[in-house]
């Protein structure tokens, strides 16, 4: 499978290192997928405690390729009620990519479809996630989950060259709002990579500057984001992670993260992270995160509690 080669998903884990071939020998067909579970505790501003166990996300991944030919679909079963309230549960399926990829060689490559952005140090699926929550998790009105700065997936046709020193990137929406995305990134030295992304839309501007290095059994990354909105609050944030392999199954994440939305609403979070892998297919990950807000339009944001596992195939 190619993987879209400035994602961070070429970086970090790989989701279909387990994926099964379900053709004849040789056909280049592979079936894969992950299951995610998890647990949340977060109080309420009003002193009630909100608790969530459900799964999450259900992904199951196809893949084909034949010589210069890739094609990728990824399909999502998830829930959207796991409050365990006795209510009915809100669940669905959406396709999360589909994509086909035409390799010219020499490092180039063109994509078609529903793909992922280039957009941000922190991954789209908890399989390349390094703890469970996002860094920039406040929306403006101050309700708490999900990304408020990067785009995820977006429709459209992307052109990359990729060499053992540099990648660059343009990708062309074909979406109604559309506009363009531009990516560099540098990896001409062992163990770093630094990479600065733009996103230039009809009602949004996007910037990400981020960097990792890799020192033995420790990771770390630095971001710098920026959301322009034409109409509403802008969004500005930035993080440090670092994550270390205490043994080969048990790591450590510690983050610190700000996040200003608009000239009036700030707010700082902490993230310890401990994460076990159980067996090369399962593995799982407690998270504690403290957040500080300050302005005069932030929102009091209590502390979060997750327990998260993992089953890939």
Known sequence: ??????????????????????????SGIELGGFVDMYYQSQDTTAGDDADTFDVGQIEINLDFESGPVSVSVDYDIYSTDGNNDGDADQSGADLEEAIITYDF????????????????????????????SYAYDIKTDGTVGGQNIYDAYDDGISLDFSNDMFSVGVFASAETDGGYDYALAFTGVENLTLKAIMADWDTYEITTFWGSYQLGKLLVGLEVAEK????????????????????DALGLTLRYSEQDIGESASYEKITISPSYVFTDNFSGLLEYSAYDSSGATSVDVNDLFAVELIYTF
């Open 228 to 247: 322009d909105n034409i109409t509403g609050d802008d969004v500005d944030g930035w993080l440090v992670m670092g994550n270390y392999g205490l043994t």
């Open 105 to 132: 060689g020499n490092g180039f490559s063109m994509t078609a479809g529903k793909m992922l952005s280039y957009l941000g140090f922190e991954a789209y699926d908890p399989t390349n996630m390094y703890q469970y």
């Open 1 to 26: 499978m190619k993987k879209k080669l400035l994602s961070l998903a070429s970086l970090l884990a790989v989701l279909n290192t387990h994926a099964i071939e379900i053709g004849p020998t040789g």
